[in-house]
């Protein structure tokens, strides 16, 4: 089994920062794509950013320019580092992870267990 647990959420006022952590464990072989997504009350899960295996990214249009995300292979990690945060940053944070076991030909998906970042106005 594939392990994702997230860190790093918590309550801060708007224009403040912060940087949520999710790190994978178990029987990983590979890792793929990992993505960080984000749920508000009342609304759909969303895509906020992915970075590939060799480091490409790409972002939702509300948080480019506003969030960064990076990545340590080694350590199976992706990390979001948020700036510049909005009330309407506030939501559920998601990471996920494309990732293949030990002895797996296929990837299959995981996800954690969410973060929840809340911004004041």
């Known amino acids: 089994q594939v392990q994702l647990v997230e860190s790093g959420g918590g309550l801060v006022q708007a224009g403040g920062s912060l940087r949520l952590s999710c790190a994978a464990s178990g029987s990983i072989s590979r890792i793929n794509d990992m993505a960080w997504y984000r749920q508000a009350p009342g609304k759909q899960r969303e895509l906020v950013a992915t970075i590939t295996s060799g480091g490409r990214t790409n972002y939702a249009d509300s948080v480019q320019g506003r969030f960064t995300i990076s990545r340590e292979n080694a350590k199976n990690t992706v990390y979001l580092q948020m700036n510049s945060l909005k009330p309407e940053d506030t939501a559920v944070y998601y990471c996920?992870?494309?990732?293949?076991?030990?002895?797996?030909?296929?990837?299959?998906?995981?996800w954690g267990q969410g973060t929840q970042v809340t911004v004041s106005s």
């Open positions: 996920n992870a494309a990732a293949k076991r030990n002895y797996e030909l296929e990837y299959h998906d995981y």
